[in-house]
């Protein structure tokens, strides 16, 4: 009851969730429809190339929300945000390497490819429950989940802030870099999991479960940008956003900070799952290399030029970067590091709120104008 | 007075032993000994052989080691010369006996090879083992008796005796004493025996240890094999001798290790504790800052290829200077706009990165650029046959003290480190005083950065230089400064060393990986105890 409410009120009162939203709905009826039921001959086809690669760039906006909740509303700078995506994303790959059975290089039924090619006799413990998919969803969820529930309730508590969580938050992330990189671990080492078949049954390589994924994608987009939208209009939202800004004063005024905070980060933590989970069967691969800070880093800067402090600002920040980066490195690979790198220092400097910070301030400019200076938020 | 005549009489008796074998013979004489090879009798070359065993300088034991491995030939047309020759792609490389210069590359066929037979390579190894026994140069010695110890058979055993009765040298004489109870181990003499079981007891040579473990090998009820109560507590004792020495030695070697990594890490992340441990800024470009060190050695090398000895002389200066003007202009250019922001330097720094990044690759071409190492970084120096340490890993050692000492000085001692210092610590303030605050940070920045660059130096001589380096070292940075406590540089001193030697001592049972990995987690864990490190700041300074 209550959320329905919510969702009235919001297209209601905010414009920009109302197109969001009404932009959102029209891409996950009008794609899968110009892909499947348009003739490829067609001026209005679109490929399914480009449907996985929205879907890509769709779950990245996911991403972007949950480190947007945490950076941009709690004060939280992670910089291994990408490792629960790509823990969300392993837990997504175990189920559908177990879904190709027998029909590995090897043939057997029980054991994944590089398991054998080991020398290993049985599954790991580790592994049993990912055949079902319900478990491997859980998974995905809990899995992110716990482990930002466990580096929370010890950071949070020992109010490790600003810079220094920063840095071990990339600690973390470094260090599940190697230890996936090891093949020992049990996860396919530096190839990681890939050479997928089916999920529940479809064949992932066929158009109609491609847009499948897009759809799901987009549902779940909506449904996680809701969700976080909920949350930061109530009231818990608005302690998190008092302790972005004061954290002692919020902790003086009677709040229990470090509970607030381990909350925010555990649901994004699990959103950011989601995303994973979301991504591997999409792109078809998961491996190491989607734990590297470098990877948390890039993330950082969608939030940044979308605007952080706005969900819809980290959608599309996500969607922007990530569409220039597709056309950069076809385009021209050797100039693309050189566009980033100029676009960090460039947002940094000049657009400290971002794309949504220039719409906002155009929009305003109208009325009156109200910009004030960027002032101490990040710290 | 005693020592005095008993030296005399080893120097007179050393004299007496050698005498017969220092014929002194010139180039000359030599080459008319030598051209006896010629001959195609193996009789006749057996004497010249001989001949050339009494003449028993550098030139017969050079003619002996080529002749023994098949390397000597003589030409077929005039002038007819020995010579030594080399396989090369196009036929054979001579060069001449004397003196060694190369006559140039001839036809294979131009030549014929001098033949040698059993008999001939028998005595070609004794004359060998013999001159290089008695070889001036005490390490050529050691090694002799080294290359022996493996048959120290009836014809060596005399050699040893009879060396050991005139070597002065601790270390030569030592090696002697190994070999000939290595020859005595199984002597029937059960007091021979046991002194020899005892001396090898003294040995850190391979070879000691694997002759005295058959001693005490055990059958399957436990019991062991060898009957002679005395013998076997012997060997017992002498292996338990030999193996908690290895294991000091090892423990010696890890630390060795642990320090050389950590004497690295203080480079990597000692300009990082100046920029943001001092001055609050979250560089990512850190790294890079290290490459642009590392390609300036390269670069400095290029241009003086003739001179590799002094070019690390050369380039560390000059590293100091490009990275330091780099790293004023990212200050200038970026930072300035940023202070008080130190995530968002973060970000705009690591834009940075990606673009010198970038620009190297553009530059240098996205492959690793090797640099050469001079010849006095390389080597190693050997403390006892199971301990050696290398040159180059001592050098960065020593290197990397001396830079931190250079830093610690400049920020306590001069009028700068004291704006540095007063700006970090109460920025308005020390602007109230008259401190240009913006100059002080283009300068600090510049040193941080600069100090990058000479890490760059160092590590060229490590690892490989190329477009990726300064991302390996850049969280390693971090955590240093993170875990010695920011602003604080001591602390980033202690945590380096720690660390590196941390890191080593779990690699031996956990793997490289692991230990990374458990190093970090214990970083995770350790700030959670002491979020400001392990030497926090404190006071005002600590607030922001």
Not at chain 1, 96 to 114: A, C, H, K, S, T
Not at chain 1, 177 to 201: C, H, P, Q
Not at chain 2, 41 to 47: H, I
Not at chain 2, 407 to 430: E, P
């Amino acid at each position: 009851m209550e959320n329905r409410s919510f969702i009235m009120n919001l297209l209601a009162n905010d414009i920009a969730a109302r197109w969001f939203l009404s932009a959102l709905l029209t891409l996950g009826i009008v794609v899968p429809f110009c892909n499947l039921m348009v003739p490829q001959d067609s001026w209005f086809h679109v490929s399914t190339y480009t449907v996985t690669l929205l879907g890509k760039y769709l779950s990245y906006a996911l991403l972007a929300i949950a480190l947007d909740l945490v950076w941009g509303y709690c004060g939280i700078l992670s910089l291994g945000h990408a490792a629960f995506f790509a823990l969300g994303g392993y837990a997504m790959g175990m189920y559908l390497m177990r879904q190709i059975g027998d029909r590995g290089v090897y043939g057997n039924p029980e054991l994944p490819d590089f398991m054998v090619f080991l020398n290993w006799s049985e599954l790991p413990w580790y592994w049993t429950g990912f055949d079902m998919f319900w478990f491997a969803m859980l998974m995905a969820l809990l899995v992110p989940g716990l482990l930002a529930y466990l580096f929370g309730w010890l950071a949070f508590r020992s109010r490790v802030t600003g810079v220094y969580l920063s840095i071990i938050t990339q600690a973390l992330t470094f260090a599940l870099l190697l230890a996936f990189f090891r093949n020992e671990m049990g996860f396919g080492g530096n190839n990681g999991l890939t050479d997928f078949k089916e999920i529940l049954g479809f064949n992932l390589q066929s158009d109609g479960t491609r847009a499948g994924l897009f759809i799901s994608t987009v549902l779940f987009l909506g449904l996680g940008y809701l969700v976080s939208r909920y949350i930061v209009s109530s009231k818990m939202g608005r302690v998190v956003v008092a302790i972005r800004d004061a954290e002692d004063r919020t902790r003086f005024v009677g709040y229990k900070v470090e509970s607030f905070k381990l909350w925010i980060w555990v649901f994004s933590a699990m959103l950011a799952g989601i995303a994973g989970a979301l991504y591997t069967p999409q792109v078809g691969i998961i491996n190491p290399g989607e734990f590297s800070p470098l990877n948390s880093i890039e993330l950082v800067v969608w939030v940044a030029v979308g605007g952080r402090g706005t969900l819809i600002g980290a959608v599309i920040g996500a969607v922007v970067v990530n569409f220039a980066k597709t056309f950069f490195t076809a385009a021209a690979p050797e100039i693309w590091l050189f566009f980033l790198g100029a676009l960090f220092i460039f947002v940094t400097i000049f657009m400290p709120y971002g794309i949504m910070g220039v719409i906002k301030n155009l929009t305003q400019r109208k009325s009156q104008r109200v910009h004030k200076a960027p002032a101490d938020e990040a710290a | 007075m005693k020592n005095i005549i008993t030296l005399m009489l080893v120097v007179l008796f050393g004299w007496l032993v050698t005498a017969p074998m220092m014929v002194q013979a010139d180039d000359r004489e030599f080459s008319v000994i030598l051209d006896g090879l010629k001959k195609k009798s193996f009789t006749e070359k057996f004497s010249v052989i001989e001949k050339l065993e009494e003449v028993g300088d550098e030139r017969a034991l050079k003619v002996f080691n080529y002749m023994l491995e098949g390397d000597l030939f003589y030409e077929k047309l005039a002038p007819n010369r020995i010579v030594f020759a080399e396989k090369v792609e196009d036929g054979l490389a001579i060069f001449e006996v004397l003196g060694g210069q190369s006559l140039g590359v001839v036809s294979k066929r131009a030549l014929k090879k001098i033949k040698v037979n059993n008999k001939l390579r028998g005595k070609l190894r004794r004359a060998i083992a013999k001159l290089s026994l008695n070889h001036k140069d005490p390490d050529v010695r050691r090694d002799a008796v080294r290359a022996i110890f493996k048959n120290v058979d009836a014809i060596a055993l005399p050699l040893l005796t009879e060396r050991l009765s005139v070597e002065t040298e601790e270390k030569v004489r030592d090696a002697i004493e190994v070999g000939i109870a290595l020859s005595e181990i199984e002597s029937d003499d059960k007091q021979v025996r046991l002194k020899a079981i005892n001396v090898l007891g003294d040995s850190l040579e391979s070879e000691a240890r694997s002759a005295l473990l058959p001693l005490v090998v055990k059958d399957e009820t436990g019991k062991y094999l060898l009957q002679d109560r005395e013998i076997l507590t012997a060997a017992l004792k002498s292996v338990s001798r030999i193996n908690a020495k290895l294991e000091y030695n090892s423990w010696a070697e890890t630390l060795y290790f642990g320090l050389s990594l950590g004497s690295v890490l203080l480079l990597a992340a000692i300009g990082l504790a100046i920029t943001f441990g001092v001055m609050g800024v979250i560089n990512m470009a850190h790294g890079e800052l290290i490459m642009i060190g590392a390609y300036t050695t390269y670069v400095v090398q290029l241009m003086m290829p003739n001179h590799i000895e002094y070019s690390l002389l050369v380039a560390v200066p000059t590293a100091f200077i490009v990275a330091g003007l780099v790293g004023i202009a990212i200050e200038r250019g970026v930072i300035r706009f940023l202070y008080g922001r130190p995530l968002e330097t973060l970000l705009a720094t690591f834009g940075i990165s990606l673009i010198l990044q970038q620009l190297a690759r553009t530059i240098f071409s996205p492959l690793n650029r090797s640099v050469e190492t001079p010849a006095w970084m390389s080597g190693t120096f050997e403390i006892n046959s199971a301990l050696a340490l290398t040159y180059n890993r001592f050098y960065i050692i020593i290197f990397s003290l001396l830079v931190f000492a250079a830093l610690l000085l400049i920020l306590k001692k001069t009028s700068l480190g004291l704006h540095v210092r007063a700006v970090s610590q109460n920025r308005t303030m020390a602007r109230a005083m008259g401190i240009r605050s913006g100059r002080v940070d283009a300068l600090t920045f510049g040193l941080g950065s600069g100090i990058a660059g000479i890490a760059g130096v160092a590590l060229s001589q490590l690892t490989n230089v190329g477009p990726n380096m300064g991302q390996a070292y850049i969280i390693d940075s971090f955590m240093v400064v993170v875990f010695g406590g920011v602003g604080n540089l001591w602390g980033t001193l202690v945590a380096a060393m720690s660390l590196g030697v941390v890191n080593k001592v779990l690699e031996p049972w956990a793997g490289a990986v692991l230990a990374k990995i458990l190093v970090l987690i214990f970083i995770i864990l350790f700030i959670q105890k002491k979020p400001r490190g392990l030497f926090p700041q404190r006071g005002r300074a600590a607030e922001h």
